[in-house]
């Protein structure tokens, strides 16, 4: 739908959805320079939620308001960018996770704090760690050092604390850091001023006699430092008043954006730090750039630079020769290797011919192949047929042999008895003869005896 753009006093712009004019107007009457939406305030206990993005989701979908940001917030912005503190692609109108405060936090105490007492050094406290702080925050963590320097340095609550010094301990023994939710106010000038200032005897019952100018101190947990209403004591140069002016209300469960992170980082002691750490690395930019220049003017009284750029340009002009010299040779051979690739072409097109010739002939051997196959098929099943009648006139012809070879054996056995009867005939025909030739010489006989 359509939106609603308001002003307020303080240069924050309050957009919200259509229907939410009456709100916008009563967030516009408060005395608010940053979002309305509440980060929650710093929990040893609670578990850390599964759908807080979906819940910054929702909450964006209601209003969203923007802070112009004053120069205070740019130069601190800048100085840390410049420092390597804070990262060079971040967006200062966000607001600041926890995570990222105590990064940062760590990383300008580390590079700038000279005070052995306020001083952290992550590598020193992490050398003889034997347990992580929190159970949501694991070795593996890219913010792992950090938040585990801030709590064995006891800036934070955690496992590694005294329990005689918060009066809120987990029953199960849980404490959880919640490292993407949004820092509060509380929580960001709270663990700052725990490395601004040193409680001395007799400071507490100073701060109990002077009445802090806040209408919401009530609103501030128990389980706060001294050291933060030490610099909600100290007036116009607390850390409190230059992040967030002359308010009379603190809001410390407000979350802080990421301006006013880099404010609190550079304010107090760390401002005169980070301003001698710019101008000495000024100082070296300006030695390195003097020392250059006055290598570049004794290169140019001496000539080597004029010198250098001649024997390059020669180079460059031999280099130009040869590339030329091999330019026209590689015209030379483009032409040949054209020439060639015509021929090529040529001969191609002669072979495309040939091989077409040679797929038609294919083709017609192929129709030819198989109109002799469809032939074949037939005389193939003209040959089982009279395969199958030559089976059948051979099994008849078989049979036949066997009748014959009877008749044979038959014939051969007659042909013997034959035989041996012819053989009988024959003695009888001898015998008979023999005889006959007896009697004939018996009659002989008679008839010589008779006629004598």
Avoid at 258 to 267: D, E, H, I, P, Y
Avoid at 367 to 378: Q, V
């Amino acid at each position: 739908g359509a939106e609603l753009q308001l002003r307020s006093p303080w240069g924050a712009a309050i957009i919200t959805s259509e229907g939410d004019e009456s709100e916008a107007k009563d967030l516009a009457s408060r005395d608010e320079d940053v979002g309305v939406l509440e980060a929650v305030p710093e929990s040893v206990h609670e578990p850390p939620a599964a759908s807080q993005s979906s819940i910054i989701a929702s909450a964006e979908n209601s209003f969203k308001v923007s802070v112009a940001l004053d120069s205070t917030q740019l130069e601190s912005l800048a100085s840390l960018q410049k420092l390597k503190i804070v990262e060079d692609d971040i967006r200062v109108d966000e607001l600041c996770t926890r995570r990222e405060y105590a990064r940062w936090l760590v990383r300008l105490n580390s590079l700038l704090e000279r005070n052995p007492k306020h001083r952290i050094v992550p590598t020193i406290s992490l050398s003889g760690s034997l347990a992580v702080a929190f159970d949501d925050i694991s070795v593996d963590d890219p913010d792992f050092v950090y938040i585990q320097a801030l709590a064995e340095a006891g800036i934070i609550p955690s496992k590694l604390s005294s329990t005689s010094l918060f009066s809120v301990t987990p029953e199960d023994g849980s404490f959880y850091f919640n490292p993407d939710r949004y820092l509060s106010r509380k929580d960001m000038i709270n663990w700052r001023a725990q490395l601004e200032y040193a409680i001395l005897p007799g400071t507490k019952e100073q701060m109990s006699r002077i009445r802090a100018d806040y209408m919401d101190v009530k609103d501030i947990s128990s389980d706060t430092s001294p050291e933060f209403f030490a610099d909600m004591l100290t007036g116009e140069k607390s850390i409190i008043r230059k992040v967030f002016g002359q308010s009379r209300r603190f809001q410390p469960n407000k979350p802080s954006t990421k301006a006013q992170a880099a404010v609190t980082l550079t304010s107090g002691r760390m401002a005169e730090a980070v301003q001698h750490e710019l101008l000495r690395m000024e100082a070296e930019s300006s030695s390195r750039q003097a020392a250059a220049e006055e290598i570049k003017s004794e290169l140019l009284v001496r000539g080597d630079i004029k010198n250098f750029w001649n024997e390059k340009l020669l180079v460059e002009r031999n280099r130009g020769v040869e590339v030329q010299k091999l330019y026209i040779a590689t015209l030379q051979d483009l032409d040949k290797e054209k020439n060639l690739q015509a021929q090529n072409l040529t001969e191609n097109m002669k072979e495309k011919a040939a091989m077409d010739c040679q797929r038609h002939l294919i083709l017609t051997l192929r129709e030819e192949i198989e109109e002799t196959s469809e032939r074949l098929a037939s005389e193939r099943a003209t040959y089982v047929a009279e395969q199958c009648n030559i089976q059948e006139l051979r099994k008849a012809a078989l049979m036949d042999q066997e009748g014959i070879l009877d008749s044979k054996s038959i014939l051969e056995a007659e042909v013997e008895a034959l035989r041996i009867l012819r053989t009988w005939v024959e003695d009888e025909a001898k015998k008979s003869q023999a005889r006959a030739k007896v009697l004939e010489e018996v009659g002989r006989r008679w008839k010589w005896d008779n006629q004598a």
